[in-house]
């Protein structure tokens, strides 16, 4: 059993920074797909940002530029840095992991004011 817990959501200025981490439980971690979602109010959840166990990072259109997906295999740790936040941006964001099975975390929310 895989256990992901994120931090680091808060309130935040428009064009403000966060960055959101996720730690992971399992011996695998180094193995696994790591991904950012995100779910928006009254929205379903979307895609944000992957990181291959390679290191490859893929982004989606509405982040490309300004959030950055990152790993530390020897912290069994995902990082996903934020900046130039819109208020578009607010949302509870999970990680997710892909590797034999695939769990989510509980979320952490980001609020972005205008």
């Known amino acids: 059993q895989v256990q992901l817990v994120e931090s680091g959501g808060g309130l935040v200025q428009a064009g403000g920074s966060l960055r959101l981490t996720c730690v992971a439980s399992?011996?695998?971690?180094?193995?696994?797909?790591m991904r950012w979602y995100r779910q928006p109010p009254g929205k379903q959840r979307e895609w944000v940002a992957l990181?291959?166990?390679?290191?490859?990072?893929s982004y989606a259109d509405a982040v490309k530029g300004r959030f950055t997906i990152s790993r530390d295999n020897a912290k069994n740790t995902v990082y996903l840095e934020m900046n130039s936040l819109k208020p578009e941006d607010t949302a509870v964001y999970y990680c997710?992991?892909?590797?034999?099975?695939?769990?989510w975390g509980q979320g952490t929310q980001v609020t972005v004011s205008s």
């Open positions: 399992g011996s695998a971690f180094s193995s696994a797909a």
């Open positions: 997710n992991w892909s590797f034999q099975r695939t769990y």
């Open positions: 990181i291959s166990n390679g290191g490859s990072t």
